[in-house]
């Protein structure tokens, strides 16, 4: 397929689950050996054996888009990349889903939704459309957990549009809101205007994620957006609005001398707005914190949350109604090697802190030697916790499979760590442009949502819902650690 063609990018029906794809002409160099030699290594069957026994009820996974499975070399915003990638997702309370992804070819973001019965509630989904002619990568989407109209509801998006705008650097960071659950938008926002790369959270000079952003939908209506840029700074604004406008962004560590990467918002029963992140440039990181008690106001001096001897990366914040702030990230013992760029070596960790102090216990890790890798996502409902992070089974290949695992509220121990069904049958995760991305969600009454990505070199793209149900009994009583 030429450049200029038609990009091949299908939407099923409603309610289309997923299955085997037909084989498909390869686009690129075909990949298939490798696919085989890693599923014969690292794949479902060296986990089988120790599966545990579920206590969520899973659903089968859905397709809610595919694509070809093609990425030219990188030539800015004329780079041939033919795939899907960089799926997001949020819950509310009625059970409806929105899955939003990134489709390469059209260079958009598009957004579906379903109901709690698995449907599609759009004849086709959304465009939101960035600015022409430029990627839009890594969206991020809110909504309110409990809205007044079960159908015409507020959606929030927040995303990286690789914009050049003098800098060595692409990135915007991007928001549009819909005030009818979705099915259109607003023209979008610049929040960010930025020369300097906006969304790009830095390891070493040489080596980034995208993606490096955050949204929060506070229990008051503000609009909360957090963003790294690719010299440091972290930057921070927010709409008292409910998204019709923004404050000027305000930059949390002024001293950015050490770059901030990976944003985490939650907020506190009190009100209070918590912002977490790690650092890059040093194979020595802590997690970093900040707190805001009037966002007119801004943001506390930046302050060690949590020391770790070697590099935490890529925090993740819940808070729940009794005031603990529960964090997640992945870490990787001190050296003096660059290995804490890889996310082979990384291990989850847990901690928690009362909101008020903030003062974190020594980390906890997830007994997961199985499942090494990073870039967790954390939900919680009214008794338990969900951990979600991305599997990195070797560390020269890339990410394949989602590992799960959950807790009670009240004592935070982890249970087994199963797979996402569907998450392992295929190599390849997506990712593409980076792993710092929102996988799950979670709704008060413990429906889960999970949105994964896949690219499988030599056939297809495509991004997968996953639903589950907590059972009544479901959090685990028997901890793993």
């Known amino acids: 397929m030429a450049a200029t063609d038609t990009p091949v990018t299908r939407y099923p029906a409603p309610n289309a689950s997923v299955h085997t794809p037909p084989a498909l002409h390869p686009t690129g160099a075909s990949l298939a050996p490798l ?30 888009a595919r694509g070809e499975a093609f990425r030219g070399p990188w030539r800015m915003n004329a780079s041939d990349f033919r795939y899907v990638d960089d799926a997001s997702v949020a819950i509310n309370d009625h059970g409806d889903a929105l899955v939003v992804w990134a489709d390469q070819a059209q260079q958009a973001l598009f957004l579906q939704r379903y109901d709690r019965d698995g449907r599609a509630v759009f004849e086709r989904p959304t465009r939101i459309g960035g600015v022409p002619g430029t990627f839009s990568w890594l969206p991020r989407v809110a909504v309110e957990p409990a809205p007044d109209d079960a159908d015409a ?27 009818d659950g979705g099915r259109s938008f607003e023209g979008h926002q610049n929040l960010s205007r930025s020369r300097d790369g906006a969304g790009k959270g830095r390891i070493t000079a040489q080596r980034w994620d995208n993606g490096s952003l955050d949204l929060l939908l506070t229990t008051t209506g503000e609009v909360v957006a957090a963003w790294t840029e690719y010299q440091g700074p972290l930057r921070v604004t927010y709409s008292a609005d409910r998204g019709a406008s923004f404050a000027e962004p305000v930059t949390v560590n002024p001293d950015n001398s050490v ?15 918590l912002l977490a992140w790690s650092e890059g440039d040093s194979p020595y990181a802590d997690i970093r914190i900040a707190r805001s008690d009037n966002l007119d106001a801004g943001f506390s001096e930046p302050a060690t949350a949590l020391e770790h001897s070697g590099h935490a990366d890529a925090p993740v914040l819940v808070v ?68 979600v992070w991305q599997r990195y089974p070797h560390p020269t290949d890339r990410p394949w499979g989602l590992a799960f695992t959950h807790a009670p509220l009240k004592s935070a121990r982890f249970g087994p760590v199963e797979a996402v069904p569907g998450t392992l049958d295929t190599p390849y995760s997506g990712g593409l442009q980076g792993q710092l991305k929102r996988r799950m969600a979670v709704n008060r009454h413990g429906a889960i949502a999970i949105a994964q990505s896949r690219f499988i ?25």
């Open 153 to 179: 509801f507020d959606v929030h998006l927040l995303w990286q549009e690789i914009l050049f705008t003098g800098g060595d650097h692409g990135g915007e960071i991007l928001y549009a809101r819909s005030r």
């Open 320 to 387: 729940d109604a009794e005031g603990v702030v529960h964090l997640a990230f992945g870490a990787i013992p001190a050296n003096d090697l660059e290995d804490y760029r890889q996310p082979h070596f990384r291990r989850l960790h847990v901690s928690r802190a009362d909101a008020d102090t903030l003062d974190f216990a020594p980390p906890t890790r997830i007994d997961a030697d199985q499942w090494p890798g990073g870039f967790p996502t954390l939900a919680r409902d009214d008794r338990c916790l969900y951990l």
């Open 259 to 273: 770059p901030a990467r990976a944003p985490a918002l939650a907020q506190t029963p009190s009100g209070r707005v």
């Open 457 to 481: 070199p030599g056939s297809h793209s495509d991004i997968l819902l996953i639903r589950g149900q907590i059972e009544e009994d479901g959090c685990h009583p028997n901890p793993s650690r």
């Open 35 to 64: 696919c085989a030699l890693a599923l014969a290594l690292w794949g479902p069957a060296a986990l089988a054996g120790d599966a545990p026994e579920s206590r969520v009820a899973w659903e089968e996974p859905v397709e809610v």
